[in-house]
């Protein structure tokens, strides 16, 4: 047995596994044979290039994963992974910060898939400095989940920090569970480390039937209460892209709005 055909075999075990999916809904999936499914997972057989690439369809495996599984198999990646500055980009990020400022004066941030933050509108500048005071954080070195989790982050600030922090930890397990990376796994593991982080079995309150969570901000008197929402780029075609979030944060009262049309203005 070659060590390609046996790390090949060894992954698509795995995402499989991951997936639970049975090898012959796999194989039903992927318009294979069982048996030569069988034969792919134990190493007996070699699969093609085509062949990779409809496995990893059929598993909806990120592009990045995608690349993994071709490079276990002996294949060049197929999709490329270039820096969001690459010239290439050009048009996505003018894009992006058409999006960062039709959200004014309300935050937004770019972040990538392991929620790190690569650029941020004013809107979310004023509302860190009025949170942490000082100048906001310079993308590329704050992490999103790490900042509403952590006690040195917004933790003091945020009134219903339970639930947020239970929703920011289901979403990045959630992440490690789609993606498989050992990077966001070992997020989800800095997360949970966190004292008083509630575990990911925690039921969260249902008593106020919001229809939305809000994250509860307030200090020296100041309350402001705003949800998000988080976008993608529809048909990206570049690990990077791929990876690529918006989320952007809206007033849930009236109070809020008019607190950061004042900071704007």
Known sequence: MSTAARSFGERLRWWRGRRGLAQLDL????????????FLESGRAAPSREMVL?????????FREQNALLLAAGFAPAWRERDIAAPEFAAVNRALDFILAQQEPYPALVIDRRWNLLRANRGAGRLVEFLAGGTPP????????????APEGLRPYIVNW?????????SVHAD?????SAETAELLRRLLAFPDVPSLAQLPPLED?????????????????LFTTIA??????????????????????????????????
């Open 138 to 149: 310079a993308a590329g070195r704050v992490n999103l989940a790490v900042q509403l989790v």
């Open 54 to 62: 409809r496995l990893s369809a059929a598993l909806d495996l990120p």
């Open 27 to 38: 194989a039903l999936t992927a318009e294979t044979s069982q048996r030569h499914l069988s």
């Open 176 to 180: 490690a569970l789609a993606d498989g």
């Open 232 to 265: 993608t780029l529809g048909t990206p075609q570049d690990v990077t892209l791929q990876e690529i979030r918006i989320e952007s944060f809206f007033p849930a009262d009236a109070a809020t709005a008019e607190i950061f049309r004042s900071w704007a203005a």
């Open 162 to 170: 339970q639930e947020v922090a239970l929703h920011m930890v289901r």
């Open 209 to 225: 039937g919001a229809p939305v969570l809000a994250m509860h901000f307030r200090r020296d008197g100041i309350s402001l209460q």
